[in-house]
C-alpha cells in the first residue's frame, strides 16, 4: 500500500531553548529564514507525502497559522511583484494538505502518536519528528518508505551515535539482514551505555503499520513516566516483524543549541545568496579564534 501520510509530533514544551520557546514554538524558529518544522514537511512533500497531521497542544497556533493561507500577505507580495517571496510563501500548503489536532496532556511521544488514530485509519505511515533534520539527496523518509515496499512492515530510520551518545536515543537490538538493513530484535530507551545493546539509535525518522496503536493503547508509562513510542514498538514486535534501515544524509539534532547551530552553518555554506560572505566571516572568526 502507497503511503500518503504521515504524522510530525510538535506538541513539546521546548524547554532546552527557553525562553525563546515561552512564546514562539521550538518548532517555529528558523534555521536562517525557514521554520525548523518546514525542512520536515518540504522533505515530506519530496518523499510523496500528499497528506500531513502535526500534532500541536495549547500555545502552538504560530504553527497553524504558518501553514494556512494568508491572502493579505500573499496579495501584498503578487501586487508589489515579488514573485519569489510570494511562491517561498505558498510552496508548502500548495503541495501539502495539512492538519492538526491539540494533544490535551503532555503524556510522551508514543501518546502523541495515538491521537493520529483517526486520521490514520487502517492505513501505513510516516512519523517525522521535528527535532531531527536530515539533509540528503533522496529525502531520509522516502528511504525508509521504500525499503517498506519492500518488506511491508515497519521500519526505523537509524545511524551509529557511538557508544557515549546511546543515553540519549532509543537504541535497537538487530541484526543485519542485507546492505544497510537490519531486523529489529529489541528495543531499548535511553539506556546507560554499559546497558546498551547497540551503538545504533532510531533518529526520528519511521515508517509504522496502523497495528502501532493497538500497542500504543496498552503501553503502560515507561521512561520519564510518559508512553513511549519505543516501549510500543517493541510490543509490536511480538506479532510483526520491525526493520531498522541506515538511512543516507547528515541529521542534525535540531533539538540542542549545538545541533541548532551546526545546521545553520552548513545550510548557510550551501546557500549560493550567502556562502561566499558567510564563509569569509567564518574564516575571519576562526582566526581570531586560533590567535
Do not use: W
Not at 199 to 220: H, M, N, Q, S
Amino acid at each position: 500500500m502507497k503511503i500518503t501520510k504521515a504524522v510530525i509530533p510538535a506538541a513539546g514544551f521546548g524547554t532546552r531553548f527557553l525562553p525563546a520557546t515561552k512564546a514562539v514554538p521550538k518548532e517555529m524558529l528558523p534555521i536562517i529564514d525557514k521554520p525548523t518544522i518546514q525542512y520536515i514537511a518540504e522533505e515530506a512533500i519530496r518523499a510523496g507525502i500528499t497528506d500531513m497531521l502535526i500534532i500541536t497542544s495549547r500555545g502552538k497556533d504560530a504553527i497553524v497559522n504558518h501553514f494556512d493561507k494568508a491572502f493579505e500577505l500573499e496579495a501584498i507580495l503578487e501586487r508589489d511583484g515579488k514573485e519569489e517571496l510570494l511562491k517561498a510563501v505558498r510552496e508548502v500548503s500548495d503541495r501539502l494538505d495539512v492538519h492538526f489536532i491539540r494533544q490535551r496532556e503532555q503524556k510522551g511521544l508514543g501518546h502523541a502518536v495515538l491521537c493520529a488514530k483517526s486520521f490514520i485509519g487502517s492505513e501505513p505511515f510516516a512519523v517525522m519528528l521535528g527535532d531531527d533534520v536530515v539533509d540528503s539527496d533522496e529525502p531520509c523518509i522516502g528511504q525508509l518508505m521504500n525499503e517498506f515496499d519492500k518488506c511491508g512492515s515497519t521500519v526505523l530510520g537509524v545511524q551509529k551515535v557511538g557508544a557515549e551518545h546511546v543515553s540519549k536515543y532509543g537504541i535497537v537490538d538487530c541484526e543485519r539482514v542485507d546492505g544497510k538493513l537490519y531486523k529489529v530484535n529489541g528495543m531499548v530507551e535511553k539506556p546507560k551505555p554499559e546497558d546498551a545493546p547497540s551503538d545504533i539509535a532510531v533518529l526520528g525518522r519511521y515508517v509504522l503499520t496502523p497495528g502501532i496503536f493497538k500497542c500504543l493503547e496498552k503501553t503502560p508509562r515507561g521512561a520519564g513516566g510518559e508512553i513511549q513510542l519505543t516501549d510500543g514498538i517493541v510490543m509490536l514486535g511480538e506479532t510483526e516483524d520491525i526493520y531498522a534501515y541506515d538511512f543516507d544524509g547528515r541529521r542534525y539534532d535540531i533539538g540542542s543549541k549545538q545541533g541548532f547551530l551546526q545546521a545553520t552553518v552548513d545550510f548557510a555554506l550551501k546557500r549560493g545568496d550567502l556562502k561566499s560572505e558567510f564563509a569569509e566571516y567564518i574564516c575571519k572568526t576562526a582566526d581570531k579564534i586560533r590567535g
